[in-house]
Each structure stands twice: as structure tokens, then as C-alpha cells.
Nanobody, 121 residues
Framework: QVQLVESGGGLVQPGGSLRLSCAIS????????VGWYRQAPGKEREAISYINTYAGRTFYTPSVKGRFTISRDQNTVYLQMENLEPEDPAVYYCAKLLNILGIADWEVGDWGQGTQVTVSS
């Protein structure tokens, strides 16, 4: 059974940092990519980063490139977020990716439940 469980969200001041974790089970990170998405109130879910160990690739959408870093260990994918901005608050989701079809067009197999990130002074 595939499971993805996010943690690490919370309240942080502008310019602060958070590290999100996505603990996975039921599949191997050596075979499947995992992506991070976020959804702010009233907005569509946005694909922001993925890690694909099989292809040796990572991806960042322009709005987070240089501030966010995706990494992994055996069964967890991390999203290190630095210099958080007022545009970053959202529910952040990780997902098992079945296919990467385009720059921000990914076929998702399974979703986590999400973790809330709030940026406020």
C-alpha cells in the first residue's frame, strides 16, 4: 500500500526557513519520482519541485528556484525552504509521480494529506 505523509509545516516569519518532510512507504524512491506541490487559498494547485533519482534529475519552478532545495534519503523526501516570502503560504503536498510529461505537467499516482505553511510577522 502506497503512503506519503508530510510533516514540518508551521508558522514562520518572512525570511525564515522550514524543512518539510515526506515519509513514503509502499514504493521505492529509486524507481519513482516524488514531487512537491502547493495550493494557496483560492488558487490552483501548483507543481513546484520534483526529485527523480532514476533519471538523476531535480526540478524547481522559477518562483522557488534558488530558495528551495529538494533532497532524499532512503524513505523520505525533504523540501528545505529558505528565505520564505509572503507568496509562499499554502498547503504543501507531496506526491508519487508516475510520469513527468512536461515542465509542470506530472502524472500523479498518490497524494499525501498536506502540511500547512504560514508566513507571517
Amino acid at each position: 500500500q502506497v503512503q506519503l505523509v508530510e510533516s514540518g509545516g508551521g508558522l514562520v516569519q518572512p525570511g525564515g526557513s522550514l524543512r518539510l518532510s515526506c515519509a513514503i512507504s509502499g514504493f521505492s524512491l529509486d524507481r519513482f519520482a516524488v514531487g512537491w506541490y502547493r495550493q494557496a487559498p483560492g488558487k490552483e494547485r501548483e507543481a513546484i519541485s520534483y526529485i527523480n533519482t532514476y533519471a538523476g534529475r531535480t526540478f524547481y519552478t522559477p518562483s522557488v528556484k534558488g530558495r528551495f532545495t529538494i533532497s532524499r534519503d532512503q524513505n523520505t523526501v525533504y523540501l528545505q525552504m529558505e528565505n520564505l516570502e509572503p507568496e509562499d503560504p499554502a498547503v504543501y503536498y507531496c506526491a508519487k509521480l508516475l510520469n513527468i510529461l512536461g515542465i509542470a505537467d506530472w502524472e500523479v499516482g498518490d497524494w499525501g494529506q498536506g502540511t500547512q505553511v504560514t508566513v507571517s510577522s
